[in-house]
């Protein structure tokens, strides 16, 4: 099973400024790498797809990069409706497909 | 639009069973992969099970084999989740979620609301 660990667990930021979040997979896992967006008491959100592309309607402030065991997703310039939790999640191995344990982004 | 609708959550006493229910619309049902993903209280995702496109294939977390069958009927748009021997750790959200291309190899690009199991005396 390929173990997603993500840093840091909780992220504080100012709005307007930037986040950058980090996601390594203990193994490579080429680019199949996703990046999900949940808020308190919703389903979680499809960000980013293919470790860089960004989903249908997703802005552009949201980058993914990295490839093999490193990832980042990097927020350009948070917005209030940003402030959320972040999972990655690998799907290059399977079963099982396997999340991150989550990166909380809070106002700092 | 791409719609997935759970039901079939409740209070359930531990040893007994559940069934799940997701309702898709929007999309070529039977054209795609789809998923259950749990998320218990205040914790992160996990992945529980898989189907391909047909139902000819399935796929499941150890910690559900044996105890969850996942199925399909295409000709409804319903994907089901039978979860029999519930234990206390069972207890959580259950998202059904669509894969983005209709392989196994992808993400998951629409997830539903979700719904509520408890396993609790």
């Known amino acids: 099973e390929i173990v997603m660990t993500q840093s840091p667990g909780t992220l504080s930021v100012s709005p307007g400024e930037r986040a950058t979040l980090s996601c390594r997979a203990s193994q490579s896992v080429s680019s199949s790498l996703a990046w999900y967006q949940q808020k308190p008491g919703q389903a979680p959100r499809l960000l980013i797809y293919?470790?860089?592309t960004r989903a249908t309607g997703i802005p552009a402030r949201f980058s993914g990069s990295g490839s093999g065991t490193e990832f980042t997703l990097t927020i350009s310039s948070l917005q209030s409706e940003d402030f959320a939790v972040y999972y990655c999640q690998q799907y290059n191995n399977w079963p099982p497909w396997t999340f991150g344990q989550g990166t909380k982004v809070e106002i700092k | 639009q791409v719609q997935l609708v759970e039901s079939g959550g409740g209070v359930v006493q531990p040893g007994r069973s559940l069934r799940l229910s997701c309702a898709a619309s929007g999309f070529t049902f039977g054209s795609f992969v789809m998923h259950w993903v749990r998320q218990a209280p205040g914790k992160g995702l996990e992945w529980v099970a898989a189907?391909?496109?047909?139902?000819?294939?399935?796929k499941y977390a150890d910690s559900v084999k044996g105890r969850l069958t996942i199925s399909r009927d295409n000709s409804k748009h319903t994907l089901h989740l039978e979860m029999i021997s519930l234990r206390g750790e069972d207890t959580a959200v259950y998202y059904c979620a669509k894969s983005l291309s209709g392989s196994y190899w992808d993400s998951f690009d629409y997830w539903g609301q979700g719904t509520l199991v408890t396993v609790s005396s």
């Open positions: 189907i391909s496109h047909d139902g000819s294939d399935k």
């Open positions: 293919g470790a860089s």
